[in-house]
């Protein structure tokens, strides 16, 4: 059982920056694949990004050489740099945990947080 806690999201003009947080508990952390989701009203989930327990990363087209996925397996935290954030980009944020290395599908993932609304103003 993982547990996790999305934080950081807000309200913030185009072309800003936010840095989400995703703090987990339960079991061993460090053997876990986290990502990152968004899903925007009327709309289906996304994948956003991965990254394994070895710290390889994986990002979706849209976000690519924007976002920066990272982890801090003392700290039993993901985060996600967002820069350079677009209208497009609103959306409710969610981390996952899977034991499936470079997944995009939402249905490999078995936990997942509550979100955290990012708002994109222009």
């Known amino acids: 059982q993982v547990q996790l806690v999305e934080s950081g999201g807000g309200l913030v003009q185009a072309g800003g920056s936010l840095r989400l947080s995703c703090a987990a508990s339960?079991?061993?952390?460090?053997?876990?694949?986290i990502g990152w989701f968004r899903q925007a009203p009327g709309k289906e989930r996304e994948f956003i990004a991965q990254?394994?327990?070895?710290?390889?990363?994986l990002y979706a087209d849209s976000v690519k050489g924007r976002f920066t996925i990272s982890r801090d397996d003392n700290k039993n935290t993901v985060y996600l740099q967002m820069n350079s954030l677009k209208l497009e980009d609103t959306a409710v944020y969610y981390c996952?945990?899977?034991?499936?290395?470079?997944?995009?599908?939402?249905?490999?993932?078995?936990?997942w947080g509550q979100g955290t609304q990012v708002t994109v103003s222009s």
């Open positions: 339960g079991r061993t952390f460090g053997n876990t694949h």
């Open positions: 990254i394994t327990w070895r710290s390889n990363t």
């Open positions: 996952a945990a899977t034991s499936t290395a470079f997944s995009r599908a939402p249905q490999s993932y078995n936990y």
